[in-house]
């Protein structure tokens, strides 16, 4: 068994104005399938591609850097993808909404945690939500490849703040990518079943 480049789950020009086609050509055409390739080459033999990703993940980070790396990114743009839709954005619904007033005290405050977080990220990175095992959420910005799976935290929504993630559309204003981001493009519902999953687990290991 191998990692493979999963196919967007919308067409390279569903979410213009807001993503370009272009930066998906790059992006997922090249970036992600770049990162697919060398985590091949990198587990070829070993039991890590056999895993789930989300398993692969943890165990490549104790294997060594390089892997790693690969196999995160791989992971974070297979699921950066589906946070993604088309006429997204705007306020959650449901049990997630009430969980993010409940930890947050109110969406706006969520929001201005996230963007904060997204371009406080010094260099390439990501923005994620969380759930952790204490039944709350969080917000959190890695470097690089980082993953918040290797710190045993569930992720709900990531929006990529790596510079090929907007850079075509936005140049350098990183803060205005998010404010698109969370306005015009998060898949609330991805989001949703992210939750309600991570909820799940958490009370099954409890």
């Known amino acids: 068994m191998s990692f493979t480049l999963p196919e967007l789950p919308f067409d390279k020009k569903a979410l213009e104005p807001h993503m370009s086609s272009e930066t998906l050509d790059y992006h997922h055409g090249k ?14 033999g070993t039991k890590i591609q056999d ?3 989300d398993d692969a993940v943890v165990a490549a980070k104790k294997k060594d850097q390089a892997t790693f790396n690969n196999v995160a990114q ?4 297979s699921f950066f993808w ?3 839709t088309p006429n997204g954005g705007g306020e959650p ?14 969406y706006e405050e969520f929001k201005e945690t996230f963007k904060e977080k997204g371009t406080g990220q010094f260099g390439s990175g990501w923005a994620w939500l969380c759930y952790g095992d204490n039944g ?15 710190d045993g935290r569930k992720p709900v929504l990531t929006c990529d703040v790596w510079e ?4 075509l559309d936005y140049q350098n204003a990183r803060g205005d990518f998010l404010d698109t981001f969370l306005e015009n493009l998060v898949n609330w519902e991805f ?3 992210n939750f309600e999953s991570a909820k799940d687990s958490v009370k099954n290991a409890a």
């Open 82 to 84: 589906k946070c993604l």
């Open 191 to 193: 989001a949703q079943e």
């Open 31 to 44: 970036h992600h399938k770049a990162y697919v390739e060398k985590a091949n080459k990198l587990t070829e």
């Open 136 to 150: 709350k959420l969080c917000v959190c910005n890695t470097a690089n490849a980082e993953n918040p799976l290797t």
């Open 164 to 167: 090929h993630a907007y850079y």
């Open 93 to 106: 619904s449901g049990a997630l909404a009430e969980q993010i007033k409940k930890d947050f005290g109110s």
């Open 51 to 53: 895993m789930d990703l």
């Open 74 to 77: 791989h992971y974070n743009h």
